[in-house]
């Protein structure tokens, strides 16, 4: 991927291309374009769900969800 | 349920400020705000965890039309670390203790301003990310440290 010279590190040439196009969208169409609904197993299966800690949660989210998901630590 | 969409988080800002919530956008919500390009289900909100600023978030949600037994309402009076509501209008995570952030204060002393929703600071989103580090962190990251380039250089030139 070739590289757009910005900032210190230089940003790939697609993904600068992606935040410059980004940019001169007014917020309601970025929005618009950002929000999409997919059914995630298990974890979209219940209305309410409250942990203690964010361990919990995390260690929660590794038991239960599928690992494709990828909602589990590295 | 349809996707989050711009009309119902103006209507988190809104109802959330008439109660005065303290409260900043994070999570991959608060980048697309900020400007990143990406996709996300759900917006995520870093709330302060106090009792008087539960008590506010609680009446602002009930406003929204999220429901809740009374169980429910006092696990968010209460502050836990994570919940997540899937019982209103739309999906919203509340985050009362993100990875890798200390304080909400910390937090909200850097925040951001985009059009009256308050963000956390790119470094602030980033930061959370890489300290949860879970597969879907490590994958996006690398895309939103070059967004975090691109705004840190731009932002200024932006109206």
């Keep these: 991927m070739s590289k757009a010279r910005l900032g210190a590190e230089g940003i790939p040439a697609e993904w600068l291309a992606d935040f410059e196009a980004a940019a001169?969208?007014?917020l309601e169409l970025r929005m618009r374009y950002a929000f999409v609904r997919t059914y995630r197993p298990v974890l979209d299966d219940a209305r309410f769900r409250a942990f203690?800690?964010?361990?919990?949660?995390?260690?929660w989210c590794e038991a239960h969800l599928p690992s494709w998901l990828g909602y589990g630590r590295v | 349920m349809a996707a989050f969409d711009f009309r119902q988080a103006k209507e988190i800002r809104d109802v959330f400020g008439k109660h005065a919530v303290s409260y900043l956008f994070i999570g991959k919500s608060g980048a697309l705000l900020l400007g990143y390009p990406d996709t996300t289900q759900d917006a995520d909100v870093f709330v302060k965890r106090t009792e008087e600023n539960c008590e506010a978030l609680l009446d602002a949600l009930l406003e929204l039309?999220?429901?809740f037994t009374d169980s429910q309402a006092a696990e968010v009076r209460r502050g836990k670390d994570f919940i997540q509501l899937q019982n209103g209008p739309f999906d919203l995570d509340l985050v009362f203790a993100p990875d890798g952030i200390?304080?909400?204060?910390?937090a909200w002393s850097r925040h951001v301003d985009v059009e009256g929703f308050p963000v956390c600071h790119i470094d602030d989103i980033i930061a959370s990310k890489q300290a949860a580090n879970r597969q879907r962190d490590r994958e996006s990251l690398p895309r939103l440290r070059a967004f975090r380039e691109y705004w840190l250089e731009t932002r200024g030139k932006r109206g």
């Design chain 2, 65 to 67: 039309g999220f429901t």
């Design chain 2, 102 to 106: 200390e304080r909400f204060e910390d």
């Design chain 1, 24 to 26: 001169r969208r007014p």
């Design chain 1, 52 to 59: 203690d800690t964010m361990e919990d949660y995390r260690r």
